[in-house]
């Protein structure tokens, strides 16, 4: 496509439940990279992928937080048992490398958890 | 690990005034990129500086790498509530495999 899609925009659910955000890049970028961000706040990097591997995760908040991505593009952002802090907008970016790339980023995933 | 920051972290300003935004790092970085999300949306990239000392500008926003390539700015001439939004810069980490780290942003009001 011609930009960085995710998938949903909103998504409502309860605490306790599981979440899966889709992020799917710009044809031909290898770099893939999750943050979030909460209202009024900067980015937090959460994890990125240079291919299908994932050399940093280091910013994945806790281990109910879980990413891959299959055929160095589709990524899936899993969030399992889904906490009231978790409520933010997600956001995926993709470029064409590591370095010296500029990142482009998609609309978000708005999480809103009840 | 490296750190970026920016000041200010809010910058209220007159409509027509100039100001300038500022972005340190506590590494040497090999490149900065500067990008702007508006209220509502998604960060976007504004432009890429390389060089130590490079100026680039972009109608009224002028972007400035220091000679030690440690540090950055951005200065906005007559301001317009179009500029209203968050400026982030970013740089390389040697240490992350040069992944981007990104400063916390300075979120820019305009009063008509």
């Known amino acids: 496509g011609a930009g960085v899609s995710q998938s949903p925009s909103n998504k409502v659910t309860e605490k306790g439940k599981d979440v899966e955000l889709r992020c799917d890049p710009i044809?031909?970028?290898?770099?893939l990279y999750w943050y979030r961000q909460s209202l009024g706040q900067g980015l937090e990097f959460l994890i990125y992928f240079q291919g299908n591997s994932a050399p940093d995760k280091s910013g994945l908040p806790s281990d109910r937080f879980s990413a891959e991505r299959t055929g160095g593009s589709v990524s899936t952002l899993t969030i399992q048992r889904t906490q009231q802090e978790d409520s933010a907008v997600y956001l995926c970016?993709?470029?064409?490398?590591?370095?010296?790339?500029?990142?482009?980023f998609g609309d978000g995933t708005r999480l809103s958890i009840l | 690990g490296q750190q970026v920051m920016q000041i200010p972290q809010y910058q209220h300003v007159q409509e027509g005034e100039d100001f300038t935004t500022y972005c340190n790092s506590s590494t040497t970085l090999s490149n900065i990129q500067w990008y702007k999300q508006r209220p509502g949306g998604h960060p976007v990239f504004l432009i890429q500086?390389?060089?130590?000392?490079e100026v680039k500008k972009q109608k009224r926003l002028t972007f400035q790498f220091g000679e030690a390539k440690k540090n950055s700015s951005l200065h906005i001439t007559a301001t317009q509530t179009t500029d209203v939004g968050t400026y982030f810069c970013?740089?390389?980490?040697?240490?992350?495999?040069?992944?981007?780290?990104f400063g916390g942003g300075t979120r820019v009001l305009v009063k008509p």
């Open positions: 500086l390389v060089k130590s000392g």
């Open positions: 970013a740089g390389p980490s040697k240490a992350a495999g040069n992944k981007l780290t």
């Open positions: 970016a993709s470029s064409l490398g590591v370095v010296n790339k500029p990142q482009h």
């Open positions: 044809s031909g970028h290898t770099a």
